[in-house]
């Protein structure tokens, strides 16, 4: 980071003068004591400092105060201020203070308009940044650096009290955990420094009046109207007023954790207890208790500002349609096995099946001893981590989800922490136990709609049964997204409120970050009405659901399907201690430590059961009120909600009509799902294969046959691995079922390829080749007499064998970028890649007879790798955070390397892998190893068993 200062502004700016060397750089924009005092002490010829008071008198009120100090603020930057300080700390009892944010985002604002920001820099000296996203929000709406102070002399304080010395290491610790949670949120918007990140607005505003936004937050997006400058200025003097009073502690508030008397939390002691009890004794009255626990809360979603309007004369209950069907709209929202323990996991999945609803695998595979058993998950969730996904996995589901996004962490994805992955997990996730696993950015595969579309393609030629559904965070835009995936040919859309994240959620990722579910789903549901689109999809919502009142509120505002995720697991003795992330629950619903869930779990599917009875029940009674027989008559009538009058000026000021707002419904569409959604291409080369080998496979027969292929021939082999994976299971068939092409494959060549089957193709492919490989085999070489030379010509394209298990890939020429990212098990040899090679691979083996791309090996934690660097450069390309990389003296290691470029040469005839072998000895010191720092060399081949048969070779 560095503060600048403009010298002699006429010069030219491509010579080099002595204005361009004055520059003082700091390692942080959060600044210390010392740091803030040394950039007061800068020579005032080239950084003259002006603090601009932040804290006004009550009269002048909060907007004109703001408007004044934006105007000194230009003031001094035309007079040649270097370094304006935004400070609150001259705090009196009898004025009030400007917040931080306000004042940064005007001032920022104010200098880019009037061409001054490149001269100035805007450092802030508050009290009032403490937490991560704090200063994300500085920093994001124009603060150069922050001084938090209050921190500072708070910690200080608490040093003497406990009667510690080095306050310094106190401080620079608090300063690294600041630094830590800023890189996490950047890191979500695919942002990696403070320079790109600072005066980029990457939030929306929910809840504030426009004059507001206009002159503090100009461009950040706002859905709904809401708090003014009065209704700002009066929370800041009710917080001034308890800081003055005499004796009188101030209150801990309880943001993260409930704390009695402080911040209200919808899951608090009151209604955890009545709703176990409710289901302990299965006592609808009771029930009804924690259901007016929650619907007559104090505002603290934006559903509690909306009512619903008696529009028609109740029916009796009779008429009412019966609770087996409305069981078919519940789920069990996304909570993988890991982030809870297997008998949770289970006791979800059997209640559900037995419900008639369905339960969500979340993203970290599943037991195939489940499979055909009412421990199935029927929702199997395919996310950008593709842990587990197998082609057997994938044929045991009802719902195929794809998690895009997830509400609760947007931008995140999932993570597990190390000390939950257990020797038992690790497997279900082809990984490493006790390493940490976190999901890749999805745009290691998804780049665009196009790539998003190939997946729901590949996913329903794999299981041509199955609804494929596409996760969406409840962002602004959305309803485009949507609009987009309905076009991809989904059947479903999810729609993630900030609410969830159970299981495995970090602190910092419960607050601050998502919208509400109520913004998105009413978006999602009006975009794809007006569009024509609603008829083929079937749109679900999550995120914080506890009560009738609630599926009744989001069924008028469009969905048909409603998630469910923590009500489950309190149901299932969870406490709501929100310690998931630690792996000591005290209930044993969320570790996977075994004497916890030994002594303490004592879940029962019974119990969510009855909480999903409960629920229809209540739900029936307000449709009966409401006077509507069938559930689908309910959806999408917002018509037939209305705003709230609110209790606070706060809550009267917002301007909800943008949920409320009644969609027209084209004649050639309707409100609600009636049909599933086709692709046009249905893949026929994919079906006549299915034909011609269906018999072999039911008969356990061999089976060899040629064809052509052009790239009009997308997810081929996907159909027919299908078939064996529901056929025959995890271990496929026993014959090999050899299936060669001649031509240019098109897109996800071998997809999801299931053991036993062999496929050969003389040509090239498109990308996404052998794309979550569960077995088999693909080779791909050049045709016999190709003038190109193989380890300078691309033979495939990018991202694949994307979250491959197992089986052996050889292709004799180069592949493109994000090669193996997280490879689980498969054995590849190719002959050069581009950028991103084996990032988060946990288990198999590459080898690269050639050059690579940059960032190879990126957060590595297992498997290992070959790379012939004939040129000495791939010190320069390798990714050195978790892997070491050293020269092949290991004899083993040796051999090894030998007999997979042997079968490499046998499968491809490649010249330039013979070229290699012609000169094996003289070669060796080319090529390098690549392993995981925390794997010893001698253990390597020891940890992947995958290879057994080419170990022998070698030998």
Request: proline share 4%.
């Amino acid at each position: 980071m560095s503060l600048t200062t403009c010298i002699g502004r006429e010069q030219n700016l491509f010579n080099e003068t002595t204005g361009h060397a004055y520059r003082v750089m700091f390692n942080s924009p959060i600044l210390l004591f010392s740091d803030f005092n040394q950039l007061l002490g800068l020579d005032s010829t080239y950084y003259r400092a002006n603090i601009v008071d932040l804290n006004y008198e009550p009269k002048e009120g909060l907007e004109s105060a703001i408007r004044r100090i934006t105007a000194e603020a230009e003031r001094l930057a035309r007079s040649g201020t270097t370094l304006l300080i935004l400070s609150d700390r001259a705090i009196a009892k009898t004025a009030q203070v400007i917040p931080a944010a306000m004042a940064v985002g005007s001032v920022q604002q104010m200098l880019v308009n009037k061409s001054l920001r490149c001269d100035t820099n805007i450092i802030v000296e508050t009290a009032s940044a403490r937490d991560p996203h704090h200063f994300a929000v500085l920093l994001g709406f124009g603060a150069t650096a922050i001084y938090p102070y209050l921190v500072y002399e708070s910690i200080s304080e608490l040093a003497k009290r406990h009667q510690l010395t080095d306050t310094t290491a106190l401080m620079l610790n608090f300063r690294y955990g600041i630094e830590k949670g800023l890189r996490k949120i950047m890191s979500k918007m695919g942002i990696s420094t403070v320079g790109s990140y600072r005066c980029s607005q990457q939030f929306e505003a929910i809840g504030i009046a426009s004059d507001v936004i206009e002159l503090c937050f100009k461009g950040v997006i706002s859905r709904i109207e809401g708090a003014g400058f009065t209704d700002i200025a009066q929370d800041q003097a009710i917080l001034h007023k308890a800081a003055y009073r005499a004796h009188v502690p101030l209150p801990q508030g309880g943001l993260l954790k409930y704390v009695e008397g402080g911040e209200y939390h919808c899951f608090n002691p009151d209604v955890v207890n009545t709703l176990q009890a409710s289901l302990i004794d299965k006592n609808f009255a009771t029930y009804k208790k924690f259901a007016e626990l929650v619907d007559n809360r104090p505002v603290a979603t934006l559903r509690d500002l909306i009512g619903i309007k008696g529009v028609r004369t109740p029916i009796d209950m009779a008429n009412v349609e019966g609770a087996a069907g409305l069981y078919q709209r519940f789920d069990s929202a996304a909570m993988s096995i890991g982030a809870l323990s297997p008998e949770a996991h289970e006791a979800l999945a059997i209640a559900m099946n037995r419900l008639g609803g369905r339960s969500n695998s979340g993203e970290g595979g599943e037991d195939a001893r489940r499979f055909n058993t009412e421990r199935n998950s029927a929702i199997k969730q395919i996310a950008s981590a593709r842990f587990g996904v197998t082609a057997h996995y994938l044929v045991n589901a009802d719902v195929l989800q794809i998690k895009v996004a997830q509400g609760a962490k947007p931008g995140e994805g999932g993570q597990l922490p190390g000390h939950k992955v257990s020797v038992e997990i690790a497997g279900l996730r082809h990984a490493r136990p006790g390493v940490t696993l976190i999901s890749p950015p999805p745009h290691h595969d998804i780049y665009s709609i196009e790539d998003l579309a190939q997946l729901i393609f590949d996913l329903k030629q794999i299981n041509t049964k199955a609804l494929i559904s596409v996760k969406l965070v409840s962002e602004p835009g959305v309803g485009t997204i949507a609009t987009g995936v309905a076009k991809a040919y989904a059947d479903m859309i999810t729609i993630s409120g900030y609410d969830g994240g159970t299981g495995a959620s970090p602190i910092t990722s419960v607050k601050y970050a998502g919208s509400p579910w109520e913004l998105g789903l009413a978006e999602v549901h009006q975009s794809l009405v007006e569009n024509g689109l609603r008829h083929k999809i079937r749109l679900q919502v999550d995120g914080g659901l506890k009560t009738g009142t609630d599926v009744i509120k989001a069924a008028l505002l469009g969905a048909e399907s409603f998630g469910f995720g923590t009500v489950p697991m309190i149901a299932l003795g969870c406490k709501y201690l929100r310690i998931c992330h630690l792996n000591n629950c005290a209930t044993g619903v969320a570790t996977q430590d075994k004497n916890l869930r030994d002594n303490h779990y004592h879940g029962l599917p019974e119990r969510v059961m009855t909480y999903f009875e409960f629920v229809a029940e209540e739900v029936r009674q307000w449709m009966a009120t409401l006077g509507v027989g069938k559930f689908e008559d309910l959806v999408g009538r917002s018509e037939w909600l209305y705003a709230l009058e609110g209790k606070t000026a706060k809550q009267q000021g917002l301007d909800l009509s943008p949920i409320l707002y009644q969609p027209k419904v084209p004649a050639t569409s309707s409100r609600t799902w009636q049909e599933t959604n086709p692709p046009a291409d249905l893949g026929q080369l994919n079906q006549h294969l299915l034909n011609e080998c269906k018999g072999a496979v039911d008969n356990g027969e061999g089976f060899d046959a040629t064809y052509s292929i052009n790239n009009t021939d997308r997810s081929v082999g996907a159909t027919l691995s299908g078939y064996i994976a529901s056929t025959l299971g995890v271990k496929g068939t026993k014959a090999p079922i050899k299936l060669n092409f001649n031509g240019s494959a098109g897109q996800s060549f071998g997809v999801w390829n299931s053991p036993g089957l062999e496929l050969k193709l003389c040509g090239d492919a498109n990308d996404y080749v052998g794309k979550g490989m569960s077995g088999g085999q693909i080779v791909i070489y050049p045709p016999i007499g190709s003038p190109f030379q193989s380890e300078r010509s691309a033979i495939v394209g990018n991202t694949c064998l994307y979250g491959a298990t197992g089986g052996k890939f050889f292709a004799a020429g180069q592949a493109g970028e994000r090669f193996a990212v997280r490879n689980s098990g498969a054995i590849a040899i190719v002959e050069g890649l581009g950028d991103n090679g084996c990032e988060y691979m946990t288990s198999g083996i590459v080898v690269v007879l050639g050059k690579t791309g940059v960032n190879f090996g990126a957060g590595m934690t297992g498997g290992f790798a070959y790379v012939f660097d004939q040129f000495g450069r791939f010190h320069r390309r390798v990714n050195n955070e978790l892997v070491d990389t050293q020269k092949l003296e290991s004899t083993i290691h040796q051999q090894h390397l030998k007999g997979l470029i042997e079968a490499h040469v046998a499968e491809t005839g490649s010249e330039h892998a013979k070229m290699i072998l012609s000169d094996f000895d003289n070669w060796l010191d080319c090529f390098v190893l690549i392993k995981p720092k925390n794997i010893a060399v001698a253990d390597l081949l020891k940890l992947e068993k995958s290879s057994p048969e080419l170990v022998v070779k070698a030998g």
